[in-house]
């Protein structure tokens, strides 16, 4: 009895270190918003935040699969754990008045990807194997997901509510949301460095040179880490410059529509929460709907979405509740119908990753664990994508036409799911 209640202490801890993945990933998006009002900075510059946090990603995928043979899944999450604490305190210091730096900002936004790059290396085989795998294993990471997308509108409607006038905001006033980080960080460390919990099991292949060349030979692979690389900039670009739109001024270099930021955020949010629904739909209908058809169909619809997101009059709006943030109450307020297709568009990013994953390693055998490594590289898509809609946003004073590199994103993921994803003879074989 008193084992498996060990246990679930253990679970509880993976589900807060799986929200904390989407917390403290989430949360460059409104401090985008804080740093660009700071420290005077364009849109590609406020969203080098999201480029350190992903570029961190590209420069500890593979290391961290390493320290996971060396030291240990419970060990690495401690590491990570602490080192994600030290990403974050950094960031609250840089809004310090003896501070006041966008480099440090940058600096623990780097530092804690490096942090959220080894939890996910970790969280999801650990929760496989306190589920004793199997289905009850699979379960515990489907509840692991949902944590990851509530968290993620969580921090999102968080910060816009703290930040309130966006022409004020400093980055003082997300301090509570880095609070809680941090004293979640401290919480988890505590209690998983006295827990003891089982190591999953790793398989070593022989011959790891041709274990880390193999996956290549395979062209579906190939064509599948650059759809992951391109999806994140789907998922990411769309809600990200929801925000920037709705709470810019509409007198600003790149006019947006001058909303309060809390009202903003409530809209952004619903984006990841719609992910959440979608997650839910996909893995309800996974058993009877192919990986190939989900994906393809949603990025249909992601291209319409984003189609119509961009070119609907934006004089037509339509009505939402939300939270002000200078105020502190619920408000109704009405905003361009482009946006609640943007919005939408959290449906259709739902089921991607893992879509565009079961895709990509079909058929590789034992290249399956070096293939997962390369996806996590792949995340770094996100921080290039992201500060690249930010550039098309400066250079053409638009946000809305800024939604071309989600477009042709979206694109390629439809020309994967019908056409690159097909296997060929040697991974059939």
């Given at each position: 009895?008193a084992?498996?209640?060990?246990?679930?202490?253990?679970?509880?801890?993976?589900?807060?270190?799986?929200?904390?993945?989407?917390?403290?990933?989430?949360l460059?998006n409104?401090?985008a918003?804080?740093?660009?009002?700071q420290?005077?900075?364009?849109?590609?510059q406020a969203?080098?935040?999201?480029t350190?946090?992903?570029?961190?990603y590209?420069v500890?995928?593979?290391?961290?699969?390493?320290?996971?043979?060396?030291?240990?899944?419970?060990?690495?999450?401690l590491?990570a754990?602490?080192?994600?604490?030290?990403g974050v305190?950094l960031?609250?210091?840089?809004?310090?008045?003896?501070?006041?730096?966008?480099?440090?900002?940058l600096l623990?936004?780097?530092i804690?990807?490096?942090?959220?790059?080894m939890?996910?290396t970790?969280?999801?085989?650990?929760?496989?194997?306190?589920?004793?795998?199997?289905?009850?294993g699979?379960q515990?990471?489907?509840?692991?997901?949902?944590?990851?997308?509530?968290?993620?509108?969580?921090?999102?409607?968080?910060?816009?509510?703290l930040v309130?006038?966006?022409?004020?905001?400093?980055?003082?006033?997300?301090?509570?949301?880095?609070f809680?980080?941090?004293g979640?960080?401290a919480?988890?460390?505590?209690v998983?460095a006295?827990?003891?919990?089982?190591e999953?099991?790793?398989?070593v292949?022989?011959?790891?040179?041709?274990?880390?060349?193999?996956?290549?030979?395979?062209?579906?692979?190939?064509?599948?880490?650059?759809?992951?690389?391109?999806?994140l900039?789907?998922?990411?670009?769309?809600?990200?410059?929801?925000?920037?739109?709705?709470?810019?001024?509409?007198?600003?270099a790149t006019p947006g529509?001058?909303?309060?930021?809390?009202?903003?955020?409530?809209?952004?949010g619903?984006?990841?929460?719609?992910?959440?629904v979608?997650r839910?739909?996909?893995?309800?209908?996974?058993?009877?709907?192919?990986?190939?058809?989900?994906?393809?169909?949603l990025?249909?619809?992601?291209i319409?979405f984003?189609?119509?997101?961009?070119f609907?009059p934006?004089?037509?709006h339509?009505?939402?509740?939300?939270?002000?943030?200078?105020?502190?109450?619920?408000?109704?307020?009405?905003?361009?119908?482009?946006?609640?297709?943007?919005?939408?568009?959290g449906?259709?990013?739902s089921v991607?990753w893992?879509?565009?994953?079961?895709?990509?390693v079909?058929?590789?055998g034992k290249y399956?664990?070096?293939?997962?490594?390369?996806?996590?590289?792949?995340?770094?898509?996100g921080?290039?994508?992201v500060?690249?809609?930010g550039?098309?946003?400066?250079?053409?004073?638009?946000?809305l036409?800024?939604?071309?590199?989600?477009?042709?994103c979206?694109?390629?993921?439809?020309?994967?799911?019908?056409?690159g994803?097909?296997t060929?003879?040697?991974a059939?074989?």
């Open positions: 009895m084992q498996q209640k060990k246990q679930w202490v253990a679970i509880i801890m993976m589900f807060l270190l799986f929200a904390m993945i989407a917390f403290v990933t989430n460059c409104p401090m918003v804080i740093t660009k009002n420290f005077h900075i364009s849109n590609f969203q080098l935040g999201n350190a946090n992903f570029i961190a590209l500890m995928g593979i290391p961290s699969g390493l320290l996971l043979k060396k030291i240990g899944y419970k060990n690495t999450a590491l754990i602490a080192i994600g604490f030290v305190f960031e609250y210091v840089s809004g310090w008045d003896s501070v006041q730096s966008f480099w440090v900002y623990g936004a780097f804690a990807g490096f942090c959220m790059c939890l996910n970790v969280v999801n085989p650990m929760l496989n194997t306190l589920g004793g795998g199997g289905n009850k699979n515990l990471i489907q509840f692991g997901g949902a944590c990851n997308s509530f968290a993620a509108t969580i921090v999102t409607i968080l910060v816009g509510a309130g006038d966006t022409a004020k905001a400093s980055i003082s006033d997300a301090n509570p949301a880095l809680i980080a941090l979640v960080f919480l988890v460390f505590v998983l006295l827990v003891k919990i089982p999953p099991a790793t398989n292949v022989k011959s790891e040179g041709n274990t880390t060349t193999g996956a290549f030979k395979y062209r579906h692979f190939n064509l599948g880490i650059l759809a992951i690389f391109l999806y900039g789907v998922e990411v670009g769309l809600p990200t410059y929801v925000l920037q739109y709705l709470s810019t001024p509409t007198d600003a529509f001058g909303m309060d930021a809390g009202i903003a955020a409530t809209i952004a619903v984006y990841w929460l719609l992910m959440l979608g839910l739909v996909g893995g309800a209908i996974g058993g009877k709907v192919s990986s190939r058809t989900q994906v393809s169909f990025a249909s619809v992601v319409v984003v189609l119509i997101g961009m609907a934006t004089g037509v339509v009505p939402i509740i939300g939270f002000e943030g200078s105020s502190g109450t619920l408000t109704t307020a009405k905003v361009p119908v482009g946006i609640l297709f943007l919005v939408l568009g449906l259709c990013t991607m893992g879509g565009i994953f079961n895709m990509a079909e058929g590789l399956t664990e070096f293939a997962s490594g390369m996806f996590m590289t792949m995340v770094v898509g921080g290039i994508l500060p690249l809609q550039w098309v946003a400066d250079v053409t004073g638009s946000f036409t800024s939604y071309t590199v989600v477009l042709v979206a694109a390629y993921i439809l020309f994967y799911a019908r056409v994803s097909k060929n003879l040697k059939k074989a």
